[in-house]
């Protein structure tokens, strides 16, 4: 281990680049969707089947709200940082 070369804040902060999403934001979006559309035609059958997916997708989009949020505050403590916090 003598020959490691430690890097300063090396494995601190997430490695840039795209990260793991972690649910399928698109066909939640989707899903959505078709149960709005489902709705809004009277299709109620459809309807009451397409709500309970969506339900089941609730923990995912708040999870995805929650993930989005903490990079909104990395963003601005960053940009905080970078202007002296004017």
């Known amino acids: 281990m003598a020959d490691v070369i430690q890097f300063p804040g090396a494995g601190v902060v997430p490695a840039p680049g795209?990260?793991?999403?972690?649910?399928?934001?698109?066909?939640?979006?989707?899903?959505?969707?078709a149960y709005c559309e489902a709705r809004d035609s009277g299709r109620e059958q459809d309807a009451d089947k397409l709500a309970r997916a969506v339900a089941d997708d609730v923990p995912a989009w708040l999870g995805e709200v929650t993930r989005v949020e903490a990079l909104?505050?990395?963003?601005?403590?960053?940009?905080?940082?970078l202007t002296g916090g004017a």
Do not use: F, N, T, W
């Open 18 to 33: 795209p990260r793991a999403v972690p649910a399928d934001l698109d066909a939640m979006g989707e899903r959505y969707i």
């Open 72 to 81: 909104r505050q990395e963003l601005a403590a960053e940009i905080d940082r």
